[in-house]
């Protein structure tokens, strides 16, 4: 049956039950907003738009890493692959939340703390890397940054 959502940011959108992604645990910082949408928007690519269901004003900018680090490594770590049951790397996909901070120059991607979605169960999590080879605000390449696009 399908839903419909007015977003302050994206207008009226209308989706599946299959469409909500559940964030079981939450994400740092907004702990009860536990339903989600990935949008993606043609005129962003390759960046996407992670949309609560919980609270239609947040909506996060998110991004596949290697699109724009082709060689980010994450390993993550057991008790991730365990509570997402991570059984075949085809069945999940990892992003990185953008962050766009008023009146910065630069971009930054949190590659510390992917998330990560089970694409079977639709149920994913924010997952903090053990290795301490990435940062939580890695600039992005400006060629890669469309800032006024993300802020808008």
């Not at 390993?75 to 075949?88: G, I, K, M, Q, T």
Request: hydrophobic share 45%; aromatic share 10%; glycine share 4%.
């Amino acid at each position: 049956m399908p839903h419909e959502v007015e977003l302050p940011r994206f207008g009226n959108l209308t989706y599946a039950d299959d469409d909500v992604i559940e964030f079981p645990w939450g994400i740092p910082g907004f702990a009860h907003h536990r339903r989600f949408l990935v949008l993606t928007l043609e005129a962003q690519e390759p960046y996407l738009w992670l949309q609560s269901l919980d609270d239609p004003g947040i909506a996060l900018p998110i991004v596949n890493p290697w699109d724009i680090f082709p060689d980010y490594k994450p390993s993550l770590p057991y008790y991730a692959r365990v509570a997402l049951e991570l059984d075949n790397p085809g069945d999940f996909v990892i992003y990185c939340v953008v962050v766009c901070t008023a009146g910065a120059e630069e971009l930054t991607m949190n590659l510390l703390a992917p998330i990560v979605i089970n694409l079977k169960q639709r149920r994913a999590r924010q997952v903090m890397l053990e290795s301490s080879a990435y940062a939580v605000r890695q600039p992005i390449p400006r060629m890669a940054a469309p800032k006024e696009a993300l802020r808008s």
